[in-house]
Every structure is written in C-alpha cells, then in structure tokens.
C-alpha cells in the first residue's frame, strides 16, 4: 500500500491527537507544523476543543469492522463541514488539498483535516489498518504502515508483553497436566 504523505498527514494527525492524553499548545503546534499545516499556531482553548473530538477519532481505531469505521468517519466528515479545496500558497507553489478554509480557525481545520485523513485510509482499502493496540489496558492507536498490514500491537513493548503472558500461560496448562514425578532430591 502506497501513503501519500500528505493525504494521509489527517490520520497521522488523528493517531497523535488520540493518544495524547494532555496535549499542550505548542506540542499541538510542532505536530502539526511536522505535516506542514498551514498556520500551526494554536491556543490552549483550541487544545482543550479538540479533546472531545480526539475521543471521536478514537471510536474508529476501536471499531470492530471496516463497514463501522466507515459509517463513523463519514459521520466526522459531515460534523467537520469537510469541504476539499485545491489551494496554492503563492504563485508557482504547487496546489493541494485544503479540507476547510484558513478562515475557519485551527479547531475546525484539525477536525476537517483528520476526518479526510481517516477517510482517505479507508478509501484506499486500508481501514483495516486503523488499530487499537490488542494488548488489553494499552489504548494506544495507531496507523499500521508496515508492508503486509497485520500489526496488532503499537510497539514491539506492548507484543512482547502479550507473547511472554501467553508462552507462560502455555507453560502452566502443561505443568497442570503432567504427572507429577517424585523429586529425586529428596
């Protein structure tokens, strides 16, 4: 699967936005002047808007099937009053897209822009690889861009963490079942 840097910048965007507990202004503002965001300038008050949609965003990672992601992300697009525009910065710049007016503010551009961004993953056949980390308690999010797109785990920590509770696990459903032999040191 082919990413195309910035039109995937939303879902990579969204992923940040979900997992960040207690984002400040200016953490905020690198991320998203990291994916070239026109205006990365942003508020405390523009921070905590975004909060209840970054628990939206999340319910699309958490979906079970491709269909549900789907039906939630075009119900963000919709409450984002996502409208796609071709936009050069300067003569000679080249155009692209823009999913709601400078004007509209920063809250209403994050959300604009993360919902096309989740969409466009979608669309392209990969909605499977908008995930939830399988570890139980984690709640990390994440784009899968790995080759085959089959990651279940948001770090290499979190499968670890799981492939030794499950070989330890394994290892005591065969203990209990073997007889127990006398100890010969005894």
Not at 48 to 58: G, I, K, S, Y
Not at 79 to 85: G, H, I, L, T
Not at 155 to 183: G, I, K, M, Y
């Amino acid at each position: 699967m082919q990413f195309n840097t910035y039109t995937y910048a939303g879902a990579h965007i969204a992923v940040w936005l979900v997992n960040q507990p207690t984002p400040d202004a200016s953490s905020l503002a690198a991320t998203l002047r990291e994916y070239d965001v026109h205006e990365p300038t942003a508020t405390p008050a523009q921070v905590q808007a975004l909060r209840p949609w970054a628990q939206r965003l999340r319910t699309i990672f958490e979906a079970e099937t491709i269909a549900e992601k789907a039906e939630r992300a075009d119900e963000l697009l919709v409450a984002s009053d996502c409208r796609p525009r071709l936009v050069s910065h300067g003569p000679g710049l080249p155009y692209h897209f823009h999913y709601a007016p400078v004007r509209t503010g920063l809250t209403g551009r994050v959300k604009a822009l993360t919902a096309a961004g989740l969409a466009h993953v979608i669309d392209d056949g990969g909605g499977s690889r908008l995930r939830a980390c399988s570890r139980a308690g984690c709640g990390i999010v994440f784009l899968d861009v790995s080759r085959n797109g089959r990651r279940h785990f948001c770090s290499v920590r979190c499968a670890n963490q799981v492939n030794v509770a499950n070989h330890r696990t394994r290892r005591r459903q065969v203990l209990a079942r073997s007889p127990r032999r006398p100890d010969p040191r005894r």
